[in-house]
């Protein structure tokens, strides 16, 4: 058996328990998205608050990426190749997956710096023009930004097709836009470099402030009210930078210098980094939200009140009160 086989057979049964891994993953996904979302419907009082407005918002672009992106990736593993093997599916697969994750980065990123505000000034958001302003249109920004600058990259930049790699997953990612050092440079560092790097700095500034304000009692706020808001930014912000820095890290070095043994470790590993964030949000925002651990819990306390009470009925007629 020679080199490439031996790499062959390793690259398929690779794929294959990375297929079992994350069908198990999506499958629990989808059901506590849906949940959640059946709860937000039910209980709309519940996006009064700026703060579960953000986390609503930030669920939607991570449940598209398990209904479009990694259905594909799935298919993609079962097979050990793209299928259908055109430009077409790869372009659609490319895009759909850089406009999500981006969307989902940069909303991360404006929400970091929304929740000082939320925080240590709140009073802002009682103006509506200043709650447009500083509230409504980033986010805005945030989505439509990353669409259009992708479908200009991605969809409309002059490609012929012979670059896809039809035996990687996402077809190697060989969008022609990574040809132009240019626009791939700007892409890398801007479009998914800088979120990372608002995400973090953002923290490490909030947990300061937040630092100082609790040592300074004359300054302070409430402090429980701080506290539950800024474990909220910490728990998202900080699953989206160990999901996306070792991503960022790789893809910058490969568009400054190309490695091999750098894209085979992209490939394999990193490329699944992301998905760490579609998996784990909805079980942040069960944790995060008490009104929908109760809801989801109610369903089972009602069984085993029903349970308890037939026991307890058995019970008695089996051993009934003996009356002296």
Known sequence: MNTTNIFDDYQARLNHGTFFLLLSLLIQAIVLYVLIFAFTIGHRNILRTPQNQSLF??????????????????????????????????????????????????????????????????????????????????????????????????????????????????????NCFFSNPVLSMYNWIFNVGMPAVVNFTSDAILFIRVLMQKLHAHQRLPWKQQRRMAVHLFTMSGLYIISWIPVVVIGTMQSIHYSSALAIIRR?????????????????????????????????????????????????????????
């Open 268 to 324: 394999n590993y990193v490329t699944y980094f992301p998905s760490f964030v579609w998996f784990s949000l909805p079980w942040i925002a069960v944790g995060l939200l008490p009104e929908l651990r109760a809801w989801m819990m109610k369903p089972l306390k009602c069984r085993t009140a029903v349970v308890s009470a037939g026991d307890a009925s058995v019970f008695q007629n089996t051993y009934p009160l003996q009356v002296a």
């Open 57 to 174: 918002i930030l669920l939607i672009p991570n449940f598209l990426q398990l209904l479009f992106s990694l259905p594909q990736t799935l298919h993609y593993l079962r097979l050990n190749f793209v299928s259908p093997a055109t430009p077409a599916y790869c372009t659609f697969w490319t895009f759909s997956n850089f406009s999500l994750n981006a969307i989902s980065e940069f909303l991360m990123a404006t929400i970091s710096v929304q929740r000082h505000m939320l925080i240590f000034n709140s009073t802002v958001m009682r103006v509506r023009r200043r709650r447009i302003l500083l509230f409504n249109l980033p986010l805005l920004f945030a989505i439509i930004y990353p669409t259009t600058f992708d479908f200009a990259v991605v969809v409309l930049y002059p490609c012929d097709g012979t670059l896809w790699n039809y035996t990687s997953n996402a077809c190697g990612l060989m």
